[in-house]
Nanobody, 121 residues
Framework: QVQLVESGGGLVQPGGSLRLSCAAS????????QRWYRQPPGKQRELVAE???????TYVESVKGRFTISRDNAKNTVYLQMNSLKFEDTAVYYC???????????????WGQGTQVAVSS
């Protein structure tokens, strides 16, 4: 069993910062691409940031220059550093990852259960 657990969400003032963490645990052979999604209330889920197995990163235009995705492979953890937060960043943030489990060759995508980020003055 593979589990992804997010942490670090909360209430923050506009202009503030938060760092989200997503730790993967279980029988993991290899983690490939890791991602952060978000879903604002009443809106579609969108991909926020992505980091590949080679370390290359991609961001949605609205967070470029403010958010940074990074990873710690030794801890099977991906982070999302969020700076200069805006009201429109309010959403439930979900991590996901493409993971190869031990003793398998198939890659599956796993999701965390989400962590709430609320930006409010």
């Amino acid at each position: 069993q593979v589990q992804l657990v997010e942490s670090g969400g909360g209430l923050v003032q506009p202009g503030g910062s938060l760092r989200l963490s997503c730790a993967a645990s279980g029988s993991i052979l290899k983690i490939n691409t890791q991602r952060w999604y978000r879903q604002p209330p009443g809106k579609q889920r969108e991909l926020v940031a992505e980091i590949s197995s080679t370390g290359s990163t991609t961001y949605v235009e609205s967070v470029k220059g403010r958010f940074t995705i990074s990873r710690d492979n030794a801890k099977n953890t991906v982070y999302l550093q969020m700076n200069s937060l805006k009201f429109e960043d309010t959403a439930v943030y979900y991590c996901n990852a493409d993971i190869v489990r031990s003793f398998l060759v198939q890659t599956n995508t796993y999701w965390g259960q989400g962590t709430q980020v609320a930006v409010s003055s």
